[in-house]
C-alpha cells in the first residue's frame, strides 16, 4: 500500500504512450483491452484527438474472449480494418488483462503481418508501466524497421558507387543536421512549444531532419539516418538514439534545450559531432547526458518534480541563472545516468510526500500542490502525462517551462 495512491494522480500509462507516439505517422494502433479504454486515453492523454485525425482502435475485449483466448477474433477483426483503411503499418498495444492471459502478440503480429503485407510490430506494454517505457519501445520499433530505408536510399542514389559497398563507404551524413528524439504532447504540449525548440536550434547553425515524433510524417522520419547527430529531449528518445547508433553510428547527446542551458547544450553537441567526425565512429561507452556536466553540488535549496531530462536541463538553467543547487525528482521510470547525485525516484505518493517535507522552493505540476509543505514557495510547472488538459491554455501560452525571467526566487 506504500505505493498507493490517495491525494495525487497517477502519470499517464504505457499503452497510452505508444498511442501518443506513434499518433502522426499514419498506422494503425490497436490497444487490446476491453471497450471504454479507449475514451480515457482520448479525453484525458491526447490533446490533438479533437484536431488530427489518427488511427488508434480498442478491440472491444469481451470476458469470454478473454477467458477463452479467442486470438482469431482479434486478429480477423484487425485485417478487415486494415484492408480498408490501408495503414502504413499496424502496431498491437498489451493491457493487463492479455498480459495475465498470456497473449502471445510477436505471434498475432507475424500472423497480421503475413496475412496482409502491412508491417506490423508489437510493443510489450501492460498498464504496469508508465508512459516514457510505451513510448520509448515505440518510437525504437520504428528506427529499428522503418529508418533503414535511408540506407538503401544513398547507396542506389550515387551511380558511381559499388552496389554491394558498405553504408559506411557510402557519404550521406548532413553536415549540421540533427533529429530530435522523444518529443511527444505528454512532455512538450502543443506543436508550437516544438517548432519553438526547433528554432532555437536552427538559430545556432542546427537543421532538425526529423523530430520523433510531432510534426513529421513516416517518410520524414525514415530520413533520420542521415542527421549528423541526434539529440535525446527527453527519456523517451533513448532507446531510438540506442539503435540509431546502432544502426549508423549517429552519436547523441542528452538534453532539452531551455534558458541558459541552451548554449551549454550546443557547445556539447557541436563537440560530440566534432569528435565523432574525427574518430570516425561513435561513443558507446557512456551516456552523454549534456545537462549533467556543470551541476552544483550541495544542500538542494529548489525542488523540481517530473521526467528526468526535462526536468534535468530545467534544472542545470536554474543553477546557472541563480547560482543554487538543484534536486531534481523523478517519479517515473527512468534510465541510468540520466539523474545527478543530488536528484532521486520517488516511488508512490507517500515517499514523494516524504522528499517534499523539507523542500523550500518547488517546481511541479499544479496538482502536486496538496502534498506540497504549506509554507514552500509553489512554482507551478503543467506537465499534460499527469495533469492532462487541465492546464492546457496554461502551457499553450507560457511554455513547458513557462517564462523564467518572471520567477523571482529569494
Not at 559497398?165 to 512549444?193: K, M, W
Request: aromatic share 8%.
Amino acid at each position: 500500500m506504500r505505493q498507493s495512491y490517495k491525494i495525487i494522480p497517477i502519470y499517464t500509462a504505457d499503452v497510452s504512450g505508444v498511442c501518443s507516439a506513434l499518433y502522426e505517422l499514419g498506422g494503425m494502433v490497436v490497444m487490446h483491452d476491453p471497450s471504454g479504454c479507449n475514451s480515457t486515453y482520448n479525453t484525458h492523454d491526447e490533446i490533438r484527438w479533437y484536431d488530427q485525425d489518427s488511427l488508434i482502435y480498442i478491440s472491444g475485449l469481451t470476458e469470454i474472449d478473454a477467458v477463452m483466448g479467442n486470438d482469431a477474433k482479434f486478429i480477423h477483426d484487425i485485417e478487415e480494418a486494415a484492408k480498408e483503411l490501408k495503414p502504413k503499418f499496424i502496431a498491437l498495444a498489451g493491457s493487463p488483462i492479455p498480459f495475465m492471459n498470456g497473449t502471445d502478440f510477436p505471434a498475432i503480429a507475424q500472423v497480421i503481418e503475413t496475412e496482409t503485407g502491412i508491417p506490423a510490430f508489437s510493443v510489450p506494454t501492460n498498464g504496469m508501466h508508465d508512459y516514457t517505457y510505451g513510448a520509448g519501445l515505440a518510437l525504437a520499433e520504428i528506427a529499428e524497421r522503418f529508418v533503414k530505408e535511408a540506407e538503401v536510399r544513398a547507396v542506389t542514389a550515387a551511380s558511381d558507387i559499388d552496389r554491394n559497398s558498405a553504408y559506411s563507404e557510402v557519404s550521406c551524413i548532413r553536415p549540421h543536421t540533427l533529429n530530435l528524439l522523444g518529443v511527444t504532447p505528454l512532455d512538450f504540449g502543443p506543436q508550437a512549444n516544438v517548432d519553438a525548440m526547433k528554432q532555437t536550434l536552427r538559430q545556432r547553425g542546427w537543421e532538425v531532419i526529423s523530430t520523433w515524433a510531432m510534426g513529421d510524417t513516416l517518410e520524414t522520419l525514415s530520413y533520420a539516418g542521415e542527421a549528423e547527430v541526434n539529440l535525446v529531449v527527453s527519456s523517451v528518445g533513448l532507446p531510438t538514439a540506442k539503435i540509431l547508433q546502432e544502426k549508423f553510428g549517429t552519436p547523441y547527446i542528452i538534453g532539452t534545450p531551455i534558458g541558459g542551458f541552451t548554449e551549454e547544450l550546443i557547445q556539447a553537441i557541436n563537440e560530440k559531432a566534432f569528435l565523432h567526425n574525427e574518430a570516425k565512429k561513435a561513443d558507446k561507452n557512456n551516456i552523454p547526458a549534456a545537462y549533467l556536466k556543470n551541476r552544483l553540488a550541495g544542500t538542494p535549496q529548489i525542488t523540481l518534480i517530473g521526467e528526468a531530462v526535462t526536468m534535468g536541463s530545467l534544472a542545470a538553467a536554474l543553477e546557472k541563472q541563480y547560482n543554487k543547487p538543484v534536486r531534481v525528482i523523478c517519479p517515473l521510470e527512468t534510465h541510468e545516468g540520466l539523474l545527478a547525485p543530488n536528484d532521486c525516484t520517488a516511488d508512490g505518493e507517500e515517499e514523494m510526500e516524504q522528499l517534499l517535507k523539507d523542500a523550500g522552493i518547488i517546481f511541479a505540476d499544479p496538482l502536486y500542490r496538496p502534498i506540497c509543505p504549506p509554507d514552500s514557495t509553489f512554482i507551478e510547472l503543467p506537465h499534460i502525462a499527469f495533469s492532462g488538459r487541465i492546464f492546457l491554455k496554461k502551457i499553450k501560452k507560457c511554455g513547458i517551462f513557462g517564462d523564467l525571467n518572471d520567477i523571482k526566487l529569494t
